[in-house]
T-cell receptor
């Protein structure tokens, strides 16, 4: 089973920041938080990942709480092309268990 | 770097037929994964290769399913005697070998419809 809890769906106005929450209250010290998204009929696309520090790249920012039990993915200026299902995933940082366990994710609708 | 590619992108077959899908990973990625995704669900892990060795198989991979990666480059996933329940998107991903878990990069998927 997925180790994360996400809202089923969210709306965001185009041009505004989209803030997608994720709860991972049972996360272990050796587990990363990963975010992927899946645009309709395409394969999942890697967005960002982090261990305990906040991370930023050209696509998004990842804010992880100090206790690491939750995180927020921020898309700073959402566009219509950001409409997708967003998956929050926890993964062990090392070891042989290399598979990704996906939940159902959050369906983000960007409204014009 | 052209990304992970999968062929065909779409396949329609009749129940009982065999189908084979191909995945070409990002060059020099040692690890290759297969996932299956049904409508409204997240992808589910099927199997994983490191080079040519198949290191893990999910219980979802029944004996009608077989995956190979003979030379440690491209991989094939074959489904024998297809059933309607096999209709799904089959996704391939690859990652480099590293000290720890590395980011997996996904292909566009092969959508299978079994009639």
């Amino acid at each position: 089973d997925a180790k994360t809890t996400q809202p089923t769906s969210m709306d965001c106005a185009e041009g505004r920041a989209a803030n997608l929450p994720c709860n991972h209250s049972t996360i272990s010290g050796n587990e990363y938080v990963y975010w992927y998204r899946q645009i309709h009929s395409q394969g999942p696309q890697y967005i960002i990942h982090g261990l305990k520090n906040n991370e930023t790249n050209e696509m998004a920012s990842l804010i992880i709480t100090e206790d690491r039990k939750s995180s927020t993915l921020i898309l700073p200026h959402a566009t219509l092309r950001d409409t997708a299902v967003y998956y929050c995933i926890v993964r062990v940082a090392w070891g042989r268990d290399d598979k990704i366990i996906f939940g159902k994710g959050t369906r983000l609708h960007i409204l014009p | 770097d052209t990304g992970v590619s999968q062929n065909p992108r779409h396949k329609i077959t009749k129940r009982g037929q065999n189908v084979t899908f191909r995945c070409d990973p990002i060059s020099e990625h040692n690890r290759l994964y297969w996932y299956r995704q049904t409508l409204g669900q997240g992808p589910e892990f099927l199997t994983y290769f490191q080079n040519e060795a198949q290191l893990e198989k999910s219980r979802l991979l029944s004996d009608r399913f077989s995956a190979e990666r003979p030379k440690g480059s491209f991989s094939t996933l074959e489904i024998q005697r297809t059933e309607q329940g096999d209709s799904a998107m089959y996704l391939c991903a690859s990652s480099p070998e590293g000290v720890g878990q590395e980011t997996q990069y996904f292909g566009p998927g092969t959508r299978l419809l079994v009639l």
